[in-house]
């Protein structure tokens, strides 16, 4: 804000805080850099200048791998990371019809600003590559990436060359994107609009500008124009000094940084686990640990992830809760897995009571007893069920008879729902196709 009579102060806790996303994007960390003073006036900076850093930033040369989803082709993508420098960030535009209104609640709020190479080539790998951005914070502790409070933003620049051209068309600068899925479609927009340009041989109409995205119209609009590349007239800040990190320093974060996302997917596709599965079960920090628990409690791989994909997380999106809002543990899951392996309960019956494990907590094993829903595996038990079944279905009986093969399933459904779902599946499946064979 440049109030009279204030200086800017270093804050510890983000050098460490840099230099661990440094060592996570694999980056060179500069064991000297500086600050500088980039000089621009806009509505967001009114002291005319911005504390960043120019020609030393705290980390380059890095690169990260990202993981495509089978549904947008599937395999791995290297993108490489020019730089991350510190910096202080601005006030905040929200831009409205009329006009524009600032907020400067967020101006001086250090900030992280890490900067791509251009090894994108869809919108969908930008989405993902900002996606293992906010993975890789949410893992360290550095942020909570969320993008619908600012916490993480995105600017995009797009160009596009014909096949066959090495150099890079003009470059046009996106805004005001605060989803994933809107930097997919912003991109994918501008590509197709700068494409239909040059193949209409208007290609000159695309120029050095900054755009909007607009979400309503889900098109990118013209926001202003460059004359040029700006000259932002960098000098060395002259009220911070350089910032030296010594070698121990570095190694000491490098040992105490969190397992990252990249080292997740990679122990659970060497536990057997599917890419899809693995994509889920490693995306969010809570739910991976939450896994990494289930399986420590002795529960299978393939089970628990199951468990987790489907019933767990269909409940949270539901109930709009995150895992650690609700009292299911990973050892009550693995219990509860443990007792449908067993044959205590069925699959169906383990179903039915995750809801009470999730708001209530406790022993899956106890409830189980409590409510008295322990499967019955008793042939004698089954028996009877199934052959009150059969009888009061004559029709049904006369018509398998007669061809009819796939009723089988009526009987089985029947003799589960007379046994108020406590029958053993399997052991009825055998059960009921040894009755009606004997009717033959």
């Not at 791998?65 to 490489?80: D, H, L, Q, S």
């Not at 109409?205 to 124009?225: D, Y």
């Amino acid at each position: 804000m440049g109030h009279p009579g204030t200086l800017p102060v270093l804050n510890k806790e983000v050098v460490r805080l840099s230099t661990m996303m440094g060592l996570a994007l694999n980056c060179d960390v500069a064991r000297v850099s500086k600050f500088d003073r980039k000089q621009y006036f806009y509505p967001d900076l009114p002291k005319g200048y911005q504390v960043s850093q120019y020609d030393i930033p705290i980390a380059e040369h890095g690169h990260i791998t990202v993981e495509m989803a089978p549904e947008f082709g599937g395999g791995k993508r290297t993108i490489g990371i020019t730089r991350a420098h510190m910096e202080e960030d601005a006030g905040k535009l929200s831009h409205e019809d009329a006009c524009s209104l600032v907020d400067y609640n967020r101006a001086g709020v250090p900030l992280l600003e890490i900067v791509s190479e251009p090894d994108m080539r869809t919108g969908r790998e930008a989405a993902e590559y900002a996606a293992e951005i906010r993975r890789i914070v949410r893992f360290l502790g550095v942020s909570n990436g969320n993008m619908s409070e600012g916490s993480m933003r995105c600017d995009v620049n797009v160009s596009v060359r014909p096949f066959g051209q090495e150099e890079f068309g003009t470059k046009v600068e996106i805004k005001n994107m605060n989803s994933f899925s809107a930097i997919a479609r912003a991109i994918d927009y501008e590509v197709q609009r700068q494409t239909g340009l040059i193949n209409a041989g208007q290609g000159d109409e695309i120029m050095l500008e900054t755009r909007l995205w607009n979400e309503g119209s889900l098109k990118t609009e013209s926001m202003r124009k460059k004359e040029g590349l700006a000259d932002y007239r960098y000098f060395p800040e002259p009220d911070l000094g350089p910032v030296c990190l010594d070698e121990e320093y570095v190694e000491k974060i490098r040992m105490e940084m969190a397992t990252l996302p990249s080292q997740k997917r990679e122990t659970y596709e060497a536990l057997g686990l599917s890419i899809p599965d693995v994509l889920v079960l490693a995306d969010d920090l809570d739910i991976s640990s939450f896994f990494d628990e289930v399986l420590a409690a002795g529960a299978d791989v393939k089970q628990a992830a199951n468990w987790i994909k489907g019933d767990i997380l269909g409940y949270l999106k539901a109930e709009k809760k995150n895992i650690g809002e609700v009292k299911l543990t990973g050892a009550m899951l693995a219990e509860l897995i443990a007792l449908i392996v067993d044959g205590t309960i069925s699959g169906k019956i383990g179903k039915e009571l995750l809801p009470t494990l999730m708001e209530e907590g406790g022993s899956p094993k106890a409830l189980v007893e409590s409510k008295g829903l322990v499967q019955i595996s008793d042939t004698s038990e089954l028996e009877a069920i199934i052959d009150e079944t059969i009888s009061s279905n004559p029709k049904q009986v006369e018509q398998y008879l007669g061809g009819k093969t796939k009723l089988k399933g009526f009987f089985v459904g029947a003799v589960m729902k007379g046994s108020g779902g406590r029958a053993n599946p399997k052991m009825v499946q055998d059960l009921v196709q040894q009755k009606l064979d004997a009717l033959a």
